[in-house]
């Protein structure tokens, strides 16, 4: 279900964006037809059991809600370039809290929370949703993970929308900033390109 906070955060987001580059009605028509995009995609979002699964899809939603909105003003190259902005906007929103920073930030937080989300979300089984294979740590590897299943490459393929996959995958490099001192996050593949999984490495650099 979509909530109207969510409408209203990432309406939030796509203004602020807007406001750049375009006229005040410019921004009025293109965030009601975005909202009202909304209507149109509820009937289409997967029912999933994991409340990770639940939460992620949240970015595949509302960016497809704001690239319906692009295209009723722009052409679809001019669309697409505005579309890593906001889903950096949307990820920043992740950890707009201290919480959210703070447990995404420590070493021991980050790893024993991520490791437990893995698992909980692999455990729910959802056909559509995430599915991860945990790699230990070892030597300097902090942590890795396999993405096998990808949630926004289903859902986005089922509303003829998967160019903007890639862009989800994008945003995992754009949010290393929040990661611990001293990790860094690598890949080197993702399903959104037609590989068989998305290889997550996070690296210590000391």
């Not at 029912?47 to 639940?54: G, L, P, R």
């Not at 294979?133 to 299943?149: A, D, Q, S």
């Not at 949010?175 to 990790?183: A, M, R, S, V």
């Amino acid at each position: 279900m979509i909530t109207t906070k969510q409408i209203k955060r990432a309406l939030r987001f796509a203004t602020d964006l807007l406001k750049e580059n375009y006229t005040d009605q410019q921004i009025h028509q293109m965030t009601s037809s975005m909202e009202n995009s909304y209507r149109e995609i509820e009937p289409y979002i997967p029912e999933f059991k994991s409340s990770f699964n639940q939460t992620l899809i949240k970015i595949s939603v509302d960016t497809l809600a704001f690239y319906k909105a692009l295209l009723t003003e722009l052409n679809k190259e001019h669309a697409l370039k505005m579309i890593q902005p906001f889903v950096n906007r949307w990820m920043d929103g992740q950890f707009d809290s201290w919480i959210a920073r703070t447990v995404y930030g420590n070493r021991f937080l980050h790893r024993f929370y991520r490791r437990f989300w893995f698992a909980r979300t692999n455990k729910a089984n959802d056909t559509v949703g995430q599915k991860f294979e945990y790699i230990k740590p070892m030597g300097n590897l902090f942590y890795g993970v396999n993405v096998v299943r990808c949630s926004h490459v289903n859902f986005l393929k089922k509303m003829n929308a998967p160019e903007l996959a890639l862009f989800m995958c994008k945003a995992d490099f754009y949010i290393q900033k929040y990661l611990p001192k001293g990790i860094i996050f690598k890949r080197s593949q993702v399903i959104a390109e037609g590989a068989p999984y998305c290889d997550f490495r996070y690296l210590s650099d000391d």
